[in-house]
């Protein structure tokens, strides 16, 4: 069972450079995030390659320090997931769902990004999912080729299309000062990326951010 609650996703730049990125992936898990999403829309196969790596390091090394882990996902690119064994998130522009599933196997986990009600359902028609990342939730600057914002009543209204197996987490704009919101919708997870990435002390705002599961 995945702990879904606190989702970060990398960011090379508000980290503050590709090799800042990993520090911040530790310190992150180290606060409480459960799920990393190594994500770089920019970098070469190889510097992806690296990012990975230094990224199963960097949760290594905050397991060796006492947190309790967390699974590392692979955004976009199907094929260097294969080869490093990781989970996978897609996009909706991001190629066939059934293809990406093939490529990565059925042991691994398979996100994909969805904004409509349609969308949704065409993830649950094929069942190859096991997670939708709903969003955006609000405009974010994080993300240039984002779908129009859904709000908190949009999220509410997709959640109420999910099927129970399906896990749900939100994504957009989500920070310590509305995070509470999104968790009162019913999601199994917040996913951030300036929120922690940016953060003067990555830890302490993973920290806060699990902390508002634990008084939801």
């Known amino acids: ?117 349609e969308e949704l359902a065409v993830v649950v028609a094929e069942g190859l999912a096991d997670v939708v990342g709903l969003g955006p939730v609000w405009e974010t600057t994080t993300k240039t080729d984002t779908a129009p914002a859904l709000g908190v009543d949009g999220v509410r209204a997709l959640l109420a299309h999910r099927p129970e197996h399906l896990r749900a987490v939100a994504i957009g704009g989500i920070n310590a000062t509305n995070a509470a919101e999104v968790i009162a919708t019913g999601v199994d997870g917040i996913c951030v990326v300036s929120a922690i990435a940016a953060a003067p002390d990555p830890r302490g705002a993973a920290e806060e951010l699990i902390g508002m599961w634990r008084r939801a």
């Open 1 to 117: 069972m995945v702990d879904w609650r606190l989702y970060y996703v990398t960011d090379p730049v508000l980290a503050g450079g590709r090799e800042h990125v990993a520090r911040t992936v530790e310190q992150a898990v180290l606060g409480g995030a459960t799920v990393v999403q190594f994500r770089d829309k920019t970098a070469t196969d190889e510097q992806f390659r690296d990012g990975v790596r230094a990224c199963q390091r960097a949760i290594a090394a905050a397991v060796t320090a006492g947190a309790v882990g967390a699974e590392l996902v692979v955004n976009d690119r199907v094929d260097i997931a294969a080869e490093f064994g990781t989970h996978l998130h897609i996009g909706q522009d991001d190629g066939e769902v059934a293809a990406a599933r093939a490529t990565i196997g059925a042991d691994r986990l398979l996100g994909v990004s969805v904004n409509s009600p």
